[in-house]
């Protein structure tokens, strides 16, 4: 039973966290292509990119209409994160690191609770846990 809280918890909030993410992007665009900037990102279509990326990643896992696709989601949203928090620790701001960190501890918790949850379980969910 605790699995099926901590999935649903830590999913939840890791919807929550890239929808509101790409709510940002949409309303403050000029800002997010600003930081991005500074990271050393210069093409404008990523916003765009990421925009759609962050409202599908969530909806993939949410939804689950094929496993497959969810691990997708699942494994986009790690590399997301992992490469986010790196950029901003490459360019020496590791306070704006915070969201990816706090969004890699609650991706992980999801994937490695969701068959705890699901019908149909995962398989790379047993390989990853052993």
Do not use: C
């Not at 809280?5 to 929808?19: C, G, P, R």
């Amino acid at each position: 039973m605790t699995g099926y809280y901590a999935y649903w918890i830590s999913t939840a909030l890791l919807s929550l966290l890239y929808l509101t993410s790409a709510f940002m992007y949409v309303t403050k665009a000029d800002w997010v292509r600003g930081v991005l900037a500074e990271l050393g990102y210069k093409a404008p279509y990523l916003v765009w990119f990421l925009i759609v990326i962050k409202i599908f990643g969530p909806v993939a896992i949410l939804s689950r209409v094929s496993v497959p696709l969810s691990d997708l989601a699942y494994a986009g949203i790690f590399f997301h994160l992992l490469l986010s928090g790196l950029a901003h620790i490459g360019v020496r701001k590791p306070l704006a690191a915070l969201p990816a960190v706090i969004g890699l501890v609650l991706m992980i918790t999801s994937f490695v609770t969701q068959n705890d949850t699901r019908d149909v379980p995962s398989p790379y969910v047993q390989a990853a846990v052993r």
